[in-house]
């Protein structure tokens, strides 16, 4: 798949424009796209988290959503 400027740049616009289980669908259907060795690809074109990326994927293939734990976050 030809990667050029301008669909990069529409790609990482698009990934930080959204938040949450949908950034993450969204990227791991834009690896599932690109096909074998998509996930490498990704990371080194657009710097996208592999974990981040993993977590996608098994939202997609589950069907199930991942909650954000942001309670548990920061100081006490």
Not at 11 to 22: H, M
Not at 52 to 75: K, N, P, Q, Y
């Amino acid at each position: 798949m030809e990667l050029t400027d301008e669909l990069k740049s529409v790609l990482i616009d698009t990934a930080k424009q959204l938040k949450g289980s949908a950034r993450r669908q969204f990227m791991a259907r834009t690896v599932k796209a690109f096909g074998p060795g998509g996930a490498s690809r990704v990371e080194r074109e657009f710097g996208w988290n592999r974990k981040t990326i993993r977590t996608g994927m098994h939202e997609v293939e589950s069907g199930l959503m991942c909650l954000d734990a942001f309670v548990a976050r920061g100081r006490k």
